[in-house]
């Protein structure tokens, strides 16, 4: 079975600073993970997507993903966050069965 | 940004009351997702249809959801008789396929009173 595990329910991080946030993964396949962020009041936008490849990739905003098999984990990065950036931050896995697997999201407060 | 259009934003029904909310997914998306999100960001998969066939379903949606993506026409879902735990965040989203990216709606807020 998949499931998608994000231990930090709230970080709070002050703005400037570089931030991490985590995300754990289980499936046996080959994982699409994504990340998304969903501000207060609207749905969930899309940072960026992992699929094959570079197990680094860019999205967008500044925002940076690292792909880990051995640990599988997709975690989070960015080097200098803002106040904007103020949200709830899910990650996401897609199987190649069109089921969809939420982590339970991350409350990112950036203080000013 | 998504092209995924959810309406209404908010609906206030009293229990009992149907709801009905409306998704247009964006073009060339054959797959749509409707899920739950509910206030501890918890998301339930409800349905989901490949054109207008329905792909898969949870035992809740057969008694009381029903949801439809007929061609040319908006996907719906509708709650026939409304309770206060079906207030909650009802995220569409379409993907042109399995595994590739999910795009979301605004979503439409429901509150049973």
């Known amino acids: 079975a998949q499931s998608v595990t994000q231990p930090d329910a709230r970080v709070t991080v002050s703005e400037g600073a570089s931030l991490q946030l985590r995300c754990k993964y289980s499936?046996?396949?080959?994982?699409?993970l994504f990340w998304y962020v969903q501000y207060p009041r609207q749905g969930l936008q899309l940072l960026l997507k992992?699929?094959?490849?570079?197990?680094v990739v860019q999205g967008v905003n500044g925002f940076e993903a690292e792909f880990s098999k051995s640990n599988s984990s997709f975690h989070l990065r960015k080097a200098s966050v803002h106040w904007s950036d103020s949200a709830v931050y899910f990650c996401?896995?897609?199987?190649?069965?069109?089921?969809?697997?939420f982590g339970t999201g991350t409350r990112l407060q950036v203080l000013p | 940004n998504s092209k995924v259009i959810q309406t209404p934003r908010y609906l206030v029904k009293g229990q009992g009351q149907k709801a009905k909310m409306r998704c247009i997914p964006e073009?060339?998306?054959?797959?749509v997702f409707w899920y739950q999100q509910n206030k501890n960001n918890e998301f339930k998969f409800l349905i989901n249809?490949?054109?207008?066939?329905?792909?898969?379903q949870i035992d809740m949606t057969e008694k009381r959801f029903s949801a439809e993506c007929p061609s040319n026409s908006p996907c719906s879902l509708e709650i026939q008789s409304s309770e206060a735990g079906d207030s909650a965040l009802y995220l569409c989203a379409s993907t042109q396929g399995a595994g590739n990216t999910l795009y979301f709606g605004e979503g439409s807020r429901l509150i049973v009173v």
């Open positions: 992992y699929y094959s490849g570079d197990p």
């Open positions: 996401v896995l897609s199987a190649n069965t069109n089921k969809v697997v």
């Open positions: 499936y046996s396949g080959t994982p699409y």
């Open positions: 249809f490949q054109n207008q066939e329905v792909l898969q």
């Open positions: 073009k060339g998306h054959p797959v």
